[in-house]
């Protein structure tokens, strides 16, 4: 990469940025301040699936007859899926995870959740952000916790949100400042009489002799954004996508993550979401075409990277807060459930469905029972594939999956 490695900001100070500081540090988080650090090359992008994915209508117990039962307008039949064993497949517009799993580089982790779910949009969704029951406000996420953490080198920003959305808890960091941006143009000091704009910024970042944290803050910011905007502008007329992407903006999002790792940046973590999964009412055609979008464009950008050399080291997480309950509602939808698959992506997943499909006969109060707790799977990405500390981390050990060749 050499002369196009692109440097983003460390802690950066943009317009956009935001930073969740926490009164008290509790001592585990401390301790993992000390052991855990985040690889040098490897990359986790995350994809939020927001509103509750129906995880029955997306990984498909197409031969088990209480399924169809439960669903009598939106069961699907073992001919409308795309096979992936004798009793389960792929919702049929999710042509790009089939071609995924085809290839090896797709891994569908069963039956996950937590204990005791909670069916609340925002409270599910804070427990997977902050890895903790709600009994006192959290204002870390597991992902910030890891970048405070970090004990990486580097004048890049460690983690970044795309998206227009709020930046979602778990990248709540304490020391890190992590940008939430909605293109590559907020990164860019536009042009149209600029120079006059970047001798200032120079001006401002000479050091001074001696000087107050917030002038050296503030000076050495303004170089770090001159510098990225440069750098990153360079990016955009470099950049030679070798994939088709869909037109969709998860797939604009996707694209530019695409880019970003090709440019060089040693940002780690990445955070896309994708909206609109609250499937209450006349549920087959809204999810057929979420499901499309997310399946074409994870394939896309699982592609892109692999053509430009980085497939070994980039990791794709989905999840959403939960899944939705088994018996169809009188609006040919579903309500707020629990269990659901998370779905990674990527050269380095151990391909296949991983755990069971869990029973749609014995349920509690009308939803699955989850076999796998998130933070399993939190705790494989920590450890094996982030090089972290899961156990300072997440308070607890928790027993791996086997999700990584």
Known sequence: MGSTRRQFIHRTAGASAVMALGSHVPDCWLQAAEQSAVGDERVLVVVQLSGGNDGLNTVVPHSDDAY?????TLALSKDDVLTIDRDQGFHPEM???AKLLEA???????????????????ESMDIWHTCHRQLQKQSLG?????????????????GMHLGREKQPLALAARHVRVPSVKSLEEFKLQAGGSEALRSTIKALSQP??????????????????????????AAGK????????????LARKLRVVAQLIDAGLKTRIYYVELGGFDTHAQQQNAHAVLLRQWSDAVTAFV???SAQGHGQRVLVMSFSEFGRRVSENASQGTDHGAAAPMFLAGAPVRPGLIGKQPSLTDLHDGDLKHA????????????????????????????HVELLA
């Open 142 to 158: 597991w992902l910030g916790r890891l970048l405070d953490a970090s004990k990486q080198e580097t004048s890049d920003v460690v």
């Open 68 to 72: 169809r039962k439960a669903r009598p």
């Open 372 to 399: 796998i707790d998130f933070r399993q799977v939190y705790a494989t990405v920590i450890d094996r594939w982030l090089q972290g500390s899961s156990e300072a981390l997440l308070g607890k050990r928790y027993t």
């Open 303 to 305: 592609d892109d990277v």
């Open 104 to 122: 090896g580089k797709l891994a569908v982790v069963q039956g996950v959740g937590y204990a005791n779910p909670n069916r609340s949009h925002f």
């Open 95 to 97: 042509r790009g995870f």
């Open 238 to 249: 470099s950049y030679q996508t070798k994939t088709s992407y869909p037109d969709s903006e």
């Open 208 to 233: 001074r002799g001696t000087q107050g944290d917030l002038l050296g803050f503030v000076q050495s910011s303004t170089a770090s954004a001159l510098t990225a905007s440069e750098r990153v502008e």
